[in-house]
């Protein structure tokens, strides 16, 4: 009996320890968790672009102890998915830029939040980027046009309005970025950028102007929208013609409850240099539209709309696509189908938020060939469900201009087909000079790249800077220094440089990599996605 006593408390005392081993390594594993070398390196790479002072975002993210003191919101802001805010739905197409984080990254703050949000060693902390506050998120611009100062006249209606700008310029320009800099973020519900090319239009301000009768739309400004950027280096580039004596034309949306507010708004524009071999021009238009419907009060509708691409036309390329609804508006998808019946997704947006919306452009080109037919869908919830109907109770509402009418409109962003188009990196022509849009916000002269980017063998890093020396530094998303290069040089005239994913051992297939590139006592913060 008491060998049987002995064996059951040595039974005990062995299972007990092991259980206890296991939960104090799952403990140690929640505590090695720190902000230091786990969560610096996601905040920087994803969130401080808009959550900096002076940022956009209505918290700054910089520090230790701005994240610790707002550690429960970024928790259940990132657990939900509303943050980072990329309202399309990557199941359904991708597209370049992606604001998003992995499933590893949202564990890792999750599991750190949990843990007591442990600092670590601030030693091991990244240098946090420096952002430009004062002045064009894009850098230097090439030229800047201001509208006159204005006081809004929208009292019981919506106010619209066009400036027209003399632009100026004595010779030909190609676009490669347009930045719209509203003068009064509170009141300006859209801005929507034209060139009259023949300098015919009065300069001057037009009352009850939607747009010009004729125009090229080259830019655009609406809630949550970027900067819109094209890729392009010396031999290839994409972007919008701006001829010289054009007249520039900015459609300003004032909603009500703006009247007497003053805005001046300004907009930036980035040129290509003059010698490029080919010059790929983006066309921009509201292809889909539909303005003759209406939502009951208390009733959902869904609405549709289509476009084909004429049988004597030639064939496109498909470079990104920018939907716009209201405060109704719940989702928005757009698809395309060719006359072989082929279909390709061209975006799903499944939750739609009036205050994020922009455009997007495709990671590749997407070839439209004749007699291909877009279809657009979209529906929309005016009923007490609605958290953004802005009636109370709620009232039948219609297509319309004002913010509280609704809309239904797709801009497709499109060019020219060209072989090869549907397997182009753009990405890899993002080397002249021009930021790249996670980064919006840092200083232009402190941005580098990376790509192609997912990759499986290969990938560049690039700099707009001439840097001699260089250094390369590849973590675990767990913060695990797996690859170091040093010493890495390039007598290029801007800073490019070849890796091999065969030469780097500890790199694996199906991972996601946190990257620090050093150069020119600056450090740049990079995801890399290995497939």
């Not at 003068?183 to 747009?211: A, K, R």
């Not at 997912?454 to 800077?465: A, M």
Request: aromatic content about 12%.
């Amino acid at each position: 009996m008491r060998s049987f006593f002995f064996f059951l408390i040595s039974l005990l005392f062995f299972c007990f320890s092991f259980v206890s081993k296991q939960e104090t390594s799952s403990y140690n594993s929640v505590l090695t968790t720190n902000y230091s070398e786990q969560i610096a390196p996601i905040l920087y790479a994803n969130c401080t672009g808009c959550h900096h002072d002076g940022g956009v975002g209505p918290m700054s993210f910089m520090n230790y102890q701005e994240v610790f003191n707002n550690r429960f919101t970024i928790q259940a802001s990132v657990l939900s998915g509303q943050m980072p805010p990329w309202p399309p739905d990557t199941t359904y197409s991708r597209f370049r830029h992606e604001r998003i984080l992995s499933s590893q990254e949202i564990s890792i703050i999750d599991d750190w939040v949990n843990g007591g949000a442990m600092e670590g060693n601030p030693a091991l902390a990244p240098t946090p980027p420096s952002y430009n506050t004062t002045g064009p998120q894009l850098g230097t611009p090439d030229l800047t046009l201001s509208a006159p100062v204005y006081s809004s006249n929208a009292f019981s209606n919506d106010d619209y309005v066009c400036f027209t700008i003399p632009s100026q310029l004595l010779v030909d320009k190609k676009i490669k970025a347009v930045e719209v800099v509203p003068g009064n973020l509170e009141i300006v519900h859209h801005c929507l950028v034209y060139i009259d090319p023949t300098g015919s239009s009065s300069p001057g301000i037009q009352n009850d102007c939607m747009g010009p009768s004729s125009g090229v739309l080259v830019g655009e400004f609406a809630p949550g929208s970027l900067p819109i950027t094209y890729p392009g280096d010396d031999n290839m580039a994409f972007g919008m013609e701006f001829p010289a004596n054009s007249n520039v034309i900015l459609a300003m949306h004032y909603p009500v409850g703006s009247l007497n507010m003053v805005d001046s708004t300004k907009v930036h524009f980035y040129f290509y240099p003059d010698q490029i071999s080919t010059f790929r021009e983006i066309q921009i238009e509201p292809s889909i539209m539909n303005f003759n419907f209406c939502i009951p009060a208390n009733q959902t509708k869904s609405v549709s709309g289509s476009y084909q691409i004429p049988a004597n036309s030639p064939a496109i390329s498909m470079y990104g696509v920018f939907p716009h609804m209201h405060l109704l508006g719940k989702n928005i998808s757009t698809y395309s189908v060719s006359n072989s019946g082929d279909t390709t997704n061209l975006i799903n947006i499944p939750d739609w938020d009036f205050e994020w919306q922009g455009a997007y452009s495709f990671e590749k080109m997407k070839k439209v060939s004749p007699q291909t037919t877009i279809y657009a869908n979209a529906f929309y919830d005016n009923t007490t469900a609605n958290p953004h109907n802005p009636n109370t109770p709620p009232q039948t509402v219609c297509a319309g201009f004002n913010t509280t009418d609704e809309m239904f409109i797709i801009y497709y962003l499109y060019t020219d087909y060209m072989p090869g188009d549907e397997d182009l990196d753009l990405d890899s022509l993002m080397n002249n000079g021009m930021v790249s849009l996670p980064s919006i916000g840092s200083q232009h002269q402190n941005i580098a790249k990376i790509f192609p980017n997912p990759t499986r063998d290969n990938f560049t890093i690039s700099l707009n800077e001439k840097c001699n020396e260089a250094k390369l530094e590849i973590y675990t998303i767990e913060g695990k220094l797996i690859h170091l290069k040093e010493n890495i040089t390039s007598s290029n005239s801007t800073f490019s440089y070849d890796f091999n994913i065969n030469e780097m051992p500890n790199v694996k297939k199906g991972n996601i990599y946190l990257c620090q590139f050093y150069a020119n006592k600056k450090v740049h913060y990079l995801k890399l996605i290995v497939q």
